[in-house]
């Protein structure tokens, strides 16, 4: 546990200790001065609290009368009606606030203010545009002639005589996200055989570890020189693979991190393409229906629209052109798969795969975001499938998009002839389409459809929870308050029947304090332990863990006994852990204070979790034996954290199951400090930071405690990047 997110022994940090104990580890004085300090924030909380239910008897006072007023019943259907309708209340709320800045004579200055932002954020966007400044020569197509087909096709489609020969040639340099990939896979209907890259042999035995369960073709991961981004891999890396399949589909574990808006377009590549079999299916109706149909790409992710343009790479794509084809210019139009994922023929990437590039004709990362030949390639996509002879095509989500027009219905197969014969255009042929005149606006946001669709996927919503999934709750006390451990219990009981999953024996109980036996023996919901002592928070969690995966528990919730369950909470956990093939850690959102560090708003993934309520699946547990038990109190959650990362498994907060838990203001007593700080010194040695061990010992040795002897057992160099000491004990970046 970390200061922020306590551990569960009692709500009483002062009992953790006898007062010599205390002395051994602290000075008398400074306990003294501890205890002023303590005794000041009690007195200002109590103020605190005072002033906010002053503050909640006159808001219920208000709220009083607003209800019992002739204007409030008198608008019950409306407001009945915006209930029901969640489109209509957005409309509503907006003619609202127009009518409000009306009256009040704010429009105009809002309009003001509205454009100012707009402006500011285009300039800013500009700036970091890849290659892109103002006098970047605009060569996209019109957005308004820029025609995609909607999938999936809206009409039954024949299922293939035979599966095709599919290759799936992916880079995985960011090997956290190998689960999602692996996930978007399964939507391949048919037999399809993987061909991974990454850059170093960890990375490696991760994904492999993750494929291990790939029954639907074989699994090959290469380790290659971290050069040329995804395109050096997959086109040099695997060009032996390219004659041994008719189809090949290209992916890579992209992050664009140049521009937060751009966050979710891995996102969206992947949803757009592999959302759901019928897509991939419709991708594999148009190449039967079309046998010169070369590329089958995404539409443009609409924030990345105005980005379409040769950057700093004409010149580069001139020189590899003057092997296959004719040069480029400013003059013509260019399109490209932006994100340089999507479905092709083999034959139709020839001209690049002649090229007989090596990986040294890339040059070596550095973090660069334009200019280099892999830039320039991804440009070339489209071009070198018109010089092997073959035509490409886009298509597109209409639920994932907002901003573009031109996305065509497919109702039946004449629909895609008539769109194959009217809107597949040539950027090399006689009939070239016209470039676009003006930049398109900026968006500055992903669409809610999008958003909507991602977060849906890493929560589990579109999921049922499986009734026969075995959830133990791991509850370990210390000298906790009859009511508070009773509230725990009652809490853990209703979240698991609103569930519908077991609860007889599902609470796993034990005390590293004094017994609760008598208080907890006639409860059919508990199965109680008997006490090894005090053994502390990791080492105790462990003996319930083992004992509950023993009796074929799926997956383990430790729960703080001070916290209580909101009625919804383990669903939402079961949930999100199914949607994460039951190989995760999960954790709850404690409220009311959440912790701060943050997490990815499409993925969940976030670089701890907290050991407070914390969902550990069977095979995470297989792998990892559960908390190590060298730390007695804290930080044992982010060793945990940093290990299941090593390992291959996504770490990850759920924000709709909500644990109570009050601990975050709890003041520290010395006690609890010199805890924090010798655990943390053991978690530097484990991980391999001199710097922070000697920063939390010299923190230890103001408290008058001395440098423990405990010598944990390090892990592998090639682990230590997951570790982050760099925020103190927070271990993340902060949201606030």
Not at 436 to 458: F, H, S
Not at 709 to 721: A, F, G, L, N, S
Request: hydrophobic fraction near 40%; charge should be neutral.
């Amino acid at each position: 546990m970390t200061p922020e997110a306590d551990a569960s022994h009692g709500e009483d940090p002062e009992g953790l200790f006898s007062e010599p104990a205390r002395q051994e580890h602290g000075s008398a004085a400074l306990a003294a001065r501890y205890e002023a300090r303590i005794a000041a924030l009690k007195a200002d909380r109590d103020l605190r609290i005072s002033e906010m239910r002053s503050e909640r008897d006159a808001a219920l006072e208000q709220a009083r009368l607003i209800e019992t007023s002739t204007a409030w019943r008198a608008t019950l259907l409306l407001r009945r009606s915006f209930a029901t309708k969640p489109r209509l209340r957005l409309f509503g709320r907006k003619v609202i606030k127009l009518g409000w800045w009306t009256i009040s004579g704010q429009l105009p200055y809002r309009i003001r203010a509205w454009r100012h932002i707009r402006a500011d954020a285009t300039a800013r966007r500009a700036e970091a545009m890849p290659g892109g400044n103002s006098q970047t020569p605009e060569v996209a197509r019109p957005i308004e002639n820029d025609y995609s087909a909607a999938v999936p096709f809206a009409y039954p489609m024949a299922n293939l005589a035979e599966a095709p020969g599919l290759a799936v040639i992916c880079h995985i340099f960011h090997e956290n996200l190998t689960p999602e990939i692996h996930r978007y896979l399964r939507s391949i209907p048919f037999k399809s055989d993987i061909y991974i890259s990454t850059d170093t042999a960890s990375k490696k035995a991760i994904i492999e570890r993750q494929f291990a369960s790939w029954n639907n073709g074989c699994v090959q991961v290469r380790v290659t020189e971290n050069r040329g981004r995804d395109i050096a891999p997959k086109l040099v890396g695997f060009r032996d693979v390219y004659d041994e399949y008719e189809f090949v589909l290209h992916l890579h574990s992209k992050q664009s991190s140049h521009d937060s808006v751009l966050n979710g377009w891995r996102g969206y590549l992947l949803e757009n393409m592999l959302g759901s079999p019928e897509i991939v299916q419709s991708v594999f109706e148009a190449f039967t229906r079309e046998p010169k149909l070369g590329i089958v790409a995404s539409q443009h992710f609409e924030p990345v629209r105005a980005w379409i343009n040769w950057g700093g790479n004409l010149d580069l794509a001139n020189r590899l052109l003057a092997k296959f084809g004719k040069p480029f210019s400013y003059d013509q139009a260019l399109d490209f798969p932006s994100g340089s994922m999507f479905w092709a023929r083999s034959a139709a990437l020839k001209p690049l795969l002649d090229l007989q590039l090596c990986p040294e004709d890339f040059p070596s990362e550095q973090a660069q975001i334009d200019g280099t030949l892999a830039h320039a390639i991804e440009r070339l996509f489209y071009i070198a499938c018109e010089y092997a002879g073959f035509t490409w095509m886009k298509i597109a989500q209409p639920g994932l998009f907002e901003a573009t027009p031109c996305i065509v219905p497919i109702n039946d197969i004449a629909d895609l002839d008539r769109f194959m014969v009217k809107h597949v255009v040539s950027l090399t042929g006689p009939s070239r389409p016209a470039r676009r005149k003006k930049q398109p606006e900026w968006i500055v946001a992903p669409t809610k459809g999008l958003v909507d669709r991602l977060q849906t996927r890493a929560l589990g919503l579109d999921r049922q929870v499986d009734r026969s999934t075995r959830v133990a709750i791991g509850i370990l006390t210390y000298n906790n308050a009859s009511d508070q451990l009773q509230r725990m219990l009652s809490s853990a009981r209703v979240s698991l029947e609103q569930a519908g999953l077991e609860t007889h024996g599902r609470l796993y109980l034990t005390d590293n304090g004094v017994s609760t036996e008598q208080l907890t023996r006639a409860n059919a919901a508990v199965t109680r332990l008997p006490s090894a002592g005090n053994v502390g928070f990791g080492a105790g969690h462990n003996r319930l863990m083992r004992e509950a995966f023993a009796q074929g528990t799926d997956i383990y919730i430790s729960a703080n006994p001070d916290g209580a369950f909101h009625p919804a909470a383990i669903t939402a956990m079961v949930q999100m852990m199914a949607a994460q093939d039951h190989k995760a850690l999960i954790e709850a959102c404690q409220f009311p204070s959440e912790h701060p560090k943050t997490y990815d708003p499409f993925t969940f993934q976030t670089a701890w979790a907290s050991g407070a309520c914390l969902a550990i699946s069977r095979p995470v547990f297989e792998a990892l034996r559960g908390f190590d038990d060298d730390f007695f109190m804290y930080c044992e959650d982010v060793d945990l954290s940093w290990r299941a990362k090593a390992a291959g498994f996504p770490v990850q907060i759920c924000p709709r199951a909500l644990f109570l838990h009050g601990v975050t203001n709890r003041p520290h007593n010395p006690a609890v400090l010199w805890m924090v700080f010798n655990s943390a010194v053991i978690l530097a040695r484990k991980w391999g930071d001199p710097s922070f061990e000697a920063w939390a010992d010299r923190q230890l040795k103001e408290l008058g405690g001395e440098t423990p002897t405990v010598q944990p057992e390090k892990v592998p160099p090639e682990w230590q990047h997951f570790a982050d000491f760099s925020h103190e004990l927070h271990f993340s970046q902060a949201r606030w």
